[in-house]
């Protein structure tokens, strides 16, 4: 599937708004709405991998946020299946420059984020980690998420593109 101009304004509609009107979005973009409902069908699971709501965890109770990067030993897929299946994590990535994972933690206090790291190393072979807390969301999810910049996506790759 080639991504389009077109398909790059539905989307950024979407993560602007993805719980907006077919209608209003007709509107917007001056694309039919039969087209709409076809590319949405199009784009599930190929495109869009799920759709969520993002939650304020502090107003949950949960105010401590961490970024927890961590090298394993030889036990490194035990390591990974334990973070894939832990309920603080939020979210886990493989990384490399001398680390394995990046797990997304969230806790209620500072001592329960201490607890886990503590028991990662007493339990499997940590190599080296470092916690880097998260103070305050500067942005989250804003790629592709403004039609008006979407021009800018679709121009041809060079040194621009970075800045």
């Avoid at 304004?9 to 979005?25: E, G, I, K, N, P």
């Avoid at 039919?32 to 869009?48: A, H, I, N």
């Avoid at 799920?50 to 970024?67: D, P």
Wanted: with cysteine; glycine share 6%.
């Amino acid at each position: 599937m080639e991504i389009t101009r077109k398909d790059l304004l539905v989307l950024s509609h979407f993560r602007q708004d993805a719980r907006c009107r077919l209608t209003a979005l007709s509107r917007h973009t001056g694309i039919p709405v039969s087209t709409l409902f076809d590319k949405l069908t199009e784009y599930q699971g190929r495109v869009v991998h799920k759709t969520i709501s993002l939650l304020n965890f502090g107003a949950l109770g949960f105010g401590t946020r961490a970024n927890v990067l961590l090298r394993g030993g030889k036990d490194r897929e035990q390591l990974k299946q334990h973070l894939l299946g832990h309920t603080r994590v939020n979210s886990l990535y493989k990384v490399n420059n001398g680390f394995d994972f990046l797990a997304e933690c969230v806790f209620r206090s500072m001592k329960e984020l201490e607890y886990f790291v503590e028991h990662l190393r007493n339990t499997f072979d940590i190599r080296s980690n470092e916690v880097y807390y998260v103070v305050d969301d500067l942005k989250r999810e804003g790629f592709l998420s403004d039609p008006s910049l979407i021009d800018a996506l679709v121009e041809e790759p060079g040194p621009s593109a970075a800045m």
